[in-house]
């Protein structure tokens, strides 16, 4: 486990969303509520990066990026790298999210070299898997995550210093997060997954969708489920830092 080796891991992903005054607000109250907390980590924009680092600096907090580039540096317009979020002093960055592969067309491949650009610049990359609704109607949803974890990771030597965030499709952002069968199964099959890969390797799986204050405590409760990943609910504080101080009752 990534975190203070003991409490489950908790991060925000503020998606695009606030501004300057917003998201200075919404960091400041959740470092005051939360205090030292390596298992909590925030993404915000990448333009508010500095804003979070300027916080954070006597924070024991760490934060990342929602995406990163799939090349260090050179001809890539518009694109950030791995170690340029390292400049920015991030310690994460979520790789795959389902709204990169869904709105912005990232494919397996694509995320596999991200991953790897993540991994040499000694980033911890988050990398997210999740089946649609129709893959989970079709009952295809084993098969779909083994083969994003597959290709995805194909470039990445075990054991390594990542995360995996489960985020069935269809629980992002709906208000109807996963049932906790549901996560415990998908978790059980991912965690079966990375131990083919290395034995000795202890990769922490989150879940992702639809994660609130008032569910968290019985998702973090799932003891294969090692954090959660949490969306429009990071957007307020008391909401994310309720969610947060769930996670340190669990380990
Ligand atoms: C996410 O953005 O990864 C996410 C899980 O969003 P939400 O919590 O809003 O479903």
Not at 6 to 20: E, H, I, P, Q, Y
Not at 21 to 41: F, H, K, W, Y
Not at 81 to 99: F, K, N, P, Q, T
Not at 158 to 174: D, K, L, N, R, T
């Amino acid at each position: 486990m990534i975190g203070n080796n003991k409490a489950k891991f908790v991060a925000g992903n503020w998606k695009m969303n606030g501004d300057a005054a917003q998201l200075r607000t919404l960091t400041s109250e959740i470092v005051a509520d939360l205090g030292e907390c390596n298992n909590v980590a925030l993404f915000p924009p990448n333009t508010y990066l500095w804003l979070v680092r300027e916080i954070l600096r006597e924070s024991t907090m760490g934060y990342g990026a929602q995406n990163v580039a799939r090349a260090d540096n050179g001809a890539h317009t518009g694109e950030i790298s791995a170690s340029m979020l390292v400049d920015m002093g991030c310690r994460y960055v979520i790789v795959g999210h389902s709204e990169r592969r869904h709105t912005y067309g990232e494919d397996d491949t694509l995320i596999a070299a991200k991953m790897q650009c993540a991994i040499l610049s000694h980033l911890c990359p988050i990398l997210c898997v999740g089946e649609t609704k129709t893959q989970r109607e079709n009952g295809d949803i084993f098969e779909v995550i083994t083969q994003q974890l597959t290709v995805g990771l194909a470039h990445i030597p075990f054991p390594q210093h990542i995360m995996i965030a489960y985020e069935p499709v269809w629980a992002i952002g709906s208000g109807k997060a996963a049932t906790p069968k549901q996560i415990m199964q998908m978790h059980e099959v991912i965690h079966k997954w990375l131990a083919q890969q290395a034995n000795e390797c202890k990769i922490a799986v989150l879940y992702g969708g639809s994660v609130n204050a008032d569910n968290a405590d019985a998702i973090l409760s799932i003891p294969q489920v090692d954090g959660v990943l949490v969306g429009g609910s990071s957007l307020k504080s008391s909401e994310f830092v309720a969610i947060a101080k769930s996670a340190c009752a669990h380990y």
